[in-house]
């Protein structure tokens, strides 16, 4: 489901579905899992355990954070620290750092990363069914449908950030940093630049990559369920998409696509060429895009049959400490990008 790793450090951390994170370390995978929370994790649909982030500090403070469904399928976001063993969590957890009731059981979300300003980002899908039934993408006094921006080094569970954008705003969630969103399947800041990818998916005909300048990338609204991708979803309701961030690039569901799956742009040191490069990809088609974001646009967009998993099932990307790019297969493969 996700892989990352610690600031500095040379393990791969990998999240499985199920519940287990495993450490692979000089190619091999450890035999017992840095953490299993296997009986806390729901696992139909596209519940699951579904990503995991570092503290900035964790080499001097061991704290690490959780994404998953519980087991009445609601959203969880908690705390843990490594135990005296550096290869194993402490299996006790710190505290739960959000709480959030989930409709239905699909479109989770579920991404969660620390942000270049030590902020904890956390990615929620609309709820679930189809077609934002709840009208949550564009409902400001919901978390769902959502990127929220919380400090987690302030007062437990979590502090609201006092610039925040919609702090003080009457109705509105103050934890809510980007909305419009029916299920960002991955988002990310360029290591360089900090701006901001995020990957939406789609309803029933197009998927959306956007990309924002970190500058402007508060308080942005995606546009969903006004809209899907660049078109307008429900017609009949109006389709004003005045304030709307409309996404770089988009694709449609032709030759089995269904699914975007957002990665990240290059910043590693083993291709050089490729610095600068985002990528994504699609879940059902396995296909491998890229694109740079330039002036405002995507341009250069290419793409890359031989980073495609052999099983299909592109779920997620990632990205190890020194910015070296993996592609997760959801049948069961981690793939490194490296020269040819």
């Known amino acids: 489901m996700y892989l990352t790793a610690p600031p500095g450090d040379p393990r791969l951390f990998i999240v499985e579905k199920g519940g287990r994170v495993l450490i692979v370390r000089d190619g091999e995978v450890r035999e017992r899992p840095f953490l299993d929370v296997q009986p806390l994790v729901s696992r139909g649909s596209e519940q699951g355990l579904l990503s995991m982030a570092f503290h900035p500090d964790y080499a001097s403070n061991g704290r690490f954070f959780v994404s998953y469904t519980n087991l009445e ?3 969880r976001v908690v705390e843990y620290r490594v135990s005296g063993d550096p290869d194993v969590a402490d299996p006790s957890p710190v505290r739960a750092i959000l709480a959030v009731e989930q409709p239905f059981s699909n479109h989770n979300g579920g991404l969660i990363t620390f942000g270049p300003d030590r902020m904890l980002y956390v990615g929620l899908g609309d709820g679930g069914s189809g077609g934002d039934p709840e009208e ?3 409902d400001l006094g919901t978390l769902l449908g959502k990127i929220l921006r919380l400090d987690v080094d302030g007062a437990p569970p979590y502090e609201v950030p006092p610039d925040n954008p919609f702090v003080g705003q ?5 934890e809510i940093w980007a909305y419009g969103l029916r299920n960002p399947w991955r988002f990310s800041f360029d290591r360089d630049t900090r701006d901001v990818f995020v990957a939406d998916v789609g309803q029933g005909t197009l998927e959306e ?13 995606y546009g969903w369920d006004v809209t899907e991708g660049t078109r307008c979803f429900e017609p009949s309701q109006g389709c004003d998409r005045t304030g709307f961030t409309l996404p770089v690039e988009e694709y449609g569901h032709s030759g089995g696509a269904c699914s975007v799956t957002g990665g ?4 590693g040191s083993a291709l050089p060429r490729l610095r600068g490069v ?15 974001f330039s002036g405002g646009a995507a341009v250069m967009g290419d793409d890359w049959p031989q980073l495609a998993p052999a099983e299909g099932q592109l779920s997620s990307f990632g990205e ?3 910015g070296e790019l993996y592609v997760l297969s959801g049948a069961g493969s981690v793939y490194k990008v490296v020269p040819e």
Not at 211 to 218: I, S
Not at 264 to 267: K, L, Q, T
Not at 278 to 292: E, I, T
């Open 278 to 292: 985002y990528f994504y990809g699609d879940f059902c088609a396995g296909f491998v895009r890229s694109f740079r």
């Open 320 to 322: 190890d400490a020194a």
């Open 264 to 267: 990240y742009v290059y910043r």
């Open 209 to 221: 990559l956007n990309a924002v300048p970190v500058a402007e990338a508060a308080g942005v609204n």
């Open 73 to 75: 399928g609601d959203s």
């Open 136 to 138: 949550n993408g564009q």
């Open 170 to 174: 009457g109705g509105a969630r103050g």
